[in-house]
């Protein structure tokens, strides 16, 4: 999947601009699937316009610069579904978080505490925030999508209540440092 692909789903979704883009992207319903930055957005905006997959509209805002909303055509309807049909890659996770309970021995108790109690803040916010959306929500695939995010985060969250206590011991023991191979 690519940035291309994931600008066409959001204005699928609704029309918006690029900043709104980002925001969904980075923070909003959109942001567990493709990171993406404005240095790619503007110019694959540029691109989908020219080729006529999407339209911009621009607004003109009171002392402000000009505001462009997007909306998806047609066109980018169907080269929306073509992107979709592409297998997609493997997920790629990656987690600060198992970096330093990895290295627990090392972070120390406090320190493993306080990464656990942030994690599990997060994961709750994560789950009712998907909850939420999958309640909400009129759409049955979207709704699917939320309900699968709040359980396997909701996994997550189990897993670190239950085993929490098994971590802060292995950051109570001797500093364990592993040899360069």
Known sequence: MNVRTLILAILNKQDASGYEIKKLSSEGRFSYFVDISFGSIYPTLARLEEEGLVTGQAEIQEGKPDRKTYSITENGRLELALGLSQPPSKDKFKSEFLLVAMNASLAGPAAIKRAIAQRIVWLEAEVEMLSS???????????????????????????????????????SGPVQVEAAE
């Not at 979207?142 to 997550?156: C, E, K, L, S």
Request: negative net charge; hydrophobic residues 45%.
């Open 133 to 171: 959306v999958a309640a909400e929500c009129d759409n049955p695939a979207t709704r699917w999508v939320a309900n699968y995010g709040v359980a396997v985060m909701g996994n997550d969250l189990n897993y670190l209540k239950e085993n929490q206590d098994e971590l802060v011991s292995l950051a």
